[in-house]
T-cell receptor, first 111, second 117 residues
Framework: GEDVEQSLFLSVREGDSSVINCTYTDSSSTYLYWYKQEPGAGLQLLTYIFSNMDMKQDQRLTVLLNKKDKHLSLRIADTQTGDSAIYFC???????????FGKGTLLTVNP | ETGVTQTPRHLVMGMTNKKSLKCEQHLGHNAMYWYKQSAKKPLELMFV???????ENNSVPSRFSPECPNSSHLFLHLHTLQPEDSALYLC????????????????FGDGTRLSIL
């Protein structure tokens, strides 16, 4: 089946930029998503990118997509302690509604 | 507030009990989903409903029984669960299932943390 891979941990200092990386295998992906999960909560949709785009910016968030390498990244500028959470990458295949999720990256922001 | 409300937030039950998880969405969506989130594993899709009709049963054991009485409500009935069923159960909804180039992001509730004794 299709697969989505993410590194499990990332630690940054407050005020620095964070870059969370994701790779996927489905060459027919249409949409790719980033979700955030805070402790005790569900998944919050942060942003998404359509597969024919290579960049999308939304305030402090920048999504980069390299479709050739099947690589997606989420950059958080000026990372704050409130950004500490688990970040999930998910891709939607070409022919249906199913999302394939990575295992999530735990972002820790140190003061 | 995501527009998707799950109750209860926490549930502890014995293996012989019967309980139900409830999900309600206030977004006017037509599709609803149940996911299982276990430690160190990717989210597992369990069931999908579209316009109250089940369109996906992802090889889920029969001790989990979903019910979708209308497009706003989704239940997961539980009976004779096993310890490995302890997990966070997440409900999600989307406008529709969507077709190839139609973006239909899924919106999640906060989940029910289920512990099986």
């Amino acid at each position: 089946g299709e697969d989505v891979e993410q590194s499990l941990f990332l630690s940054v200092r407050e005020g620095d930029s964070s870059v969370i990386n994701c790779t996927y295998t489905d060459s027919s992906s249409t949409y790719l998503y980033w979700y955030k999960q805070e402790p005790g909560a569900g998944l919050q949709l942060l942003t998404y990118i359509f597969s024919n785009m290579d960049m999308k910016q939304d305030q402090r968030l920048t999504v980069l997509l390299n479709k050739k390498d099947k690589h997606l990244s989420l950059r958080i500028a000026d990372t704050q302690t409130g950004d500490s959470a688990i970040y999930f990458c998910a891709e939607r295949g070409g022919s249906n509604y199913k999302l394939t999720f990575g295992k999530g990256t735990l972002l820790t922001v140190n003061p | 507030e995501t527009g998707v409300t799950q109750t209860p937030r926490h549930l502890v039950m014995g293996m012989t009990n019967k309980k139900s998880l409830k999900c309600e969405q206030h977004l006017g969506h037509n599709a609803m989903y149940w996911y299982k989130q276990s430690a160190k594993k990717p989210l597992e899709l369990m069931f999908v409903y579209s316009l109250e009709e089940r369109v996906e049963n992802n090889s889920v054991p029969s001790r989990f029984s979903p019910e979708c009485p209308n497009s706003s409500h989704l239940f997961l009935h539980l009976h004779t669960l096993q310890p490995e069923d302890s997990a966070l159960y997440l409900c999600a909804s989307s406008q529709d299932l969507g077709v190839r180039y139609s973006n239909q992001p899924q919106h999640f509730g906060d989940g029910t943390r289920l512990s099986i004794l």
